[in-house]
């Protein structure tokens, strides 16, 4: 769309609206199905993108925008705080001659409208809306279960334009896993002086591009800097490089940190409060998420995404037969079973298949999540169904809590599986030892696993990161959901105090799930325990020595 025609229909302040270079690309002609972006606080965003719904619906007889925010006070304040001044303001509101009066829904005279909804607890709201185009704004703070649902409101629709916005929390967080689906472009911008072309991430050259304050600072003389000869550079010159460009009219993916848009980089007294901020006003994580668009973790996390990528390359777990003939071939075989609760966070039983290879490897080429946290008969008919298919020579599973109940079921079910079965309690500390065996008691007739589940689980990772474990590759495919292997992702360490001595756990993040990462633990255990070759790690300085029975 033509930069004069913007400034001429849309009035910002009494101003002519003039879209801040990086949004530009909001206003070409050809759109990707998906654009995802990824920003710092305060950079035009939302009424960037508010511009450009208002010119499709203008544009397009009988086009609907679904706007969708988690809360209700964010979908109001989009509605009142930017989408009405724009619309009222703008010289579209005397052509298309209508009064709109309701918060929540903007029609127009050529069948066009807007439809506003929020989805914090659930997606009902959405139900029922015919959308052509979906935007759903600060995307870091939807729970991941809801957006396909709320993506169905467009799936009838030839156009199917979907826009995702927000500032990022965590790497494990909603908004950074969609982001990492896309082409993720940064805005490069070229040194005038000694040609280096500056990325401005922090990943490269970022935190060098942010140059020190100066009175003179202005658009002229920008108060960014080149990370490699430190003049000044001028990101108004700044251009879209897309890592991944054949992505890029599918799911395209723009990080906008405050550096480069004009609003900062232009004005010294912003410029200076971002420098105090990155000089340690706020916490580093808050200045690297709010300011640099970029997500950070505020626990230590233990493993990355790219470990787990590297390891993934089994095939798809979804390929049973496939699995089933090659699991034929592992002299070792264990199904893990992490038991869920359901509830509203979605915690359900997870099975995964550990395997031995010949060689010492451990092979994880199939799991599931069991969707029937209430039916605890159905589920241990299920869980039968696999133990028949795969035929393991272990079944190691969560003895704390409802196991033993849950086990009871589950070889009521399939009385063959009594002497296969590990049931592994979890016990913190465990007198210094991983795993070891419990004999029966006159007071605990049935013997057991005791195991440490920070210990157990540090060995887990360490042997991924040092590529003795490898997975099904699902998670490395584009997916509307996060896939299993990213539990991994969700386990934090968490360092305090108990009894005056320092303790150290390992924690799932509050709002996550690790049920996969605990069953693949559980199926790693068994098996290093009952052949004794467990894997030579140096993690942390634990003493990862096991009892046998």
Known sequence: MDEVLLQNLITLKGQGYKPYDPFKVLYEKDQPLLCVYKTGRQVAKTTSVIVQHLFQVFSIPHFVVLVVAPLEAQTMRISNMFLRPIYNESKLKKIFATTVDQTLFMSFPNGSGIVFSYAHLDAERTRGVPADKIHLDELQNFNYKFIPVILEA??????????????????????????????????????????????????????????PYRDDISEESPGTVCAKCSRVIYPQKGVWVHRYPEKKWISAGYHVPQPIVVSHYADPVKWSILLSKRDGSIPYADYAREVLGEACDVSARLISLNDLLAVAELGSRFELERIRALVRNYPLRCL???????????????????????????????????????????????????????????????????????????????????????????????????????????????????????????????????????????????????????????????VGTSRGYESYRIVCEPGYKSEFAHACMLGCIAIWYRTGRWPKLDTRGYNFSVQTN
Not at 174 to 192: D, G
Not at 355 to 376: K, M, N, Q, R, Y
């Open 154 to 211: 467009a799936s009838g629709s030839k156009y199917g334009f979907r826009i995702f916005t927000g500032t990022p929390l965590t790497h494990n967080n909603t908004l950074q896993f969609y982001y990492n689906q896309t082409s993720q472009a940064e805005w490069c911008i070229k040194c005038e002086a000694c040609g280096y072309w500056n990325i401005p991430s922090l990943e490269h050259d970022l935190d060098k591009m942010i140059g």
């Open 336 to 494: 893990g079973i992490d038991w869920g609760g359901g509830g509203e966070g979605g915690n359900y039983t997870t099975l995964a298949l550990v395997c031995e290879t010949h060689d010492g490897f451990i092979h994880v080429p199939w799991a599931i999540e069991l969707l029937t946290p209430h039916d605890h008969i159905r589920e241990a008919k299920e869980i039968a169904r696999f133990i028949d298919l795969f035929e393991p020579h272990f079944i190691a599973h969560d003895y704390s809590g409802a196991g033993a109940l849950r086990e009871t079921i589950l070889v009521h079910n399939n009385p063959g599986i009594q002497q296969r079965i590990m049931p592994m309690r979890y016990v913190v500390g465990n007198d210094g030892i991983a795993c070891k065996y419990v004999a029966p008691t006159s007071w605990h007739p049935k013997p057991c696993y005791h195991i440490d589940p920070t210990r157990c689980m540090l060995i887990v990772i360490g042997s991924i990161k040092m590529r003795l474990i490898r997975f099904f590759n699902d998670d490395v495919k584009p997916d509307l959901s996060p896939g299993l292997l990213r539990h991994f992702l969700s386990l934090i360490e968490d």
